[in-house]
């Protein structure tokens, strides 16, 4: 059965700050996506990962995926406070047309 | 473009009540999802379907049923609502090419 980890759950920065979001899947996957949420509303779909090594960015976000570690990131780079927000990887596992999301990683970007 | 639409956005039952949520899309996909989504524990699915007229489990599938009589539309039924399935219900579609999930607005239920 497949498992998605985030890490951190809650992440307080400065703006200017750079981080990481660690989602690690538990079973083999080729593709991974990130989704954003503001509170009290729907997720956006930010990047879309098909392929090992596939790397995509957009603005101060960048996300990687890496298939034989089961792993990908999203690298905030000089945090500004409109990225405060809960992000979520999701992973389908091969196979099937299941989307199980991780537990989300509250952000917040503190001016 | 109205993409993917919930109705009722906001419910409250009281315990042991049935209840029906309509999903629509208008982008003409194969796939569609319904997911629960309570705090700290992310989005879990219960149901999705894979075309008009299927239906398969997802992660937490009891005391919910489904059905897809129509492609654009996937309906999620309690049939006697518990206080456990108070939540934020998202339903979502799957786009064709890259197989994103486009989600609706969520409806929030209270059961009392």
């Known amino acids: 059965e497949l498992k998605v980890e985030q890490n951190p759950l809650f992440l307080s920065m400065q703006e200017g700050k750079n981080y990481t979001i660690y989602c690690n899947y538990s079973t083999t996957s080729d593709r991974l996506y990130w989704y954003r949420q503001d509170p009290g509303k729907s997720l956006e779909s930010l990047f879309v990962?098909?392929?090992?090594?596939a790397v995509k960015q957009e603005g101060r976000l960048m996300a990687s995926l890496d298939t034989k570690a089961r792993l990908s990131t999203l690298h905030i780079t000089a945090a500004v406070h409109d990225l405060s927000a809960t992000y979520f990887c999701?992973?389908?596992?091969?196979?099937?047309?299941?989307?199980?999301f991780g537990t989300g990683t509250r952000l917040k970007v503190l001016a | 473009n109205a993409g993917v639409t919930q109705t009722p956005k906001f419910r409250v039952l009281k315990t042991g009540q049935s209840m029906t949520l309509l999903c629509a899309q208008d982008?003409?996909?194969?796939?569609m999802y319904w997911y629960r989504q309570d705090p700290g524990m992310g989005l879990r699915l219960i149901h999705y379907?894979?075309?008009?007229?299927?239906?398969a489990k997802g992660e937490v599938p009891d005391g919910y049923n489904v059905s897809r009589l129509k492609k654009q539309n996937f309906l999620l039924g309690l049939e006697s609502a518990a206080p456990s399935q108070t939540s934020v219900y998202f339903c979502a579609s799957r786009g064709q090419f890259l197989g994103e999930l486009f989600f609706g607005e969520g409806s929030r239920l209270t059961v009392l």
């Open positions: 982008m003409n996909h194969e796939y």
């Open positions: 379907s894979v075309g008009e007229g299927t239906t």
């Open positions: 999701a992973v389908v596992a091969s196979g099937t047309y299941k989307y199980i």
């Open positions: 990962l098909l392929s090992n090594g």
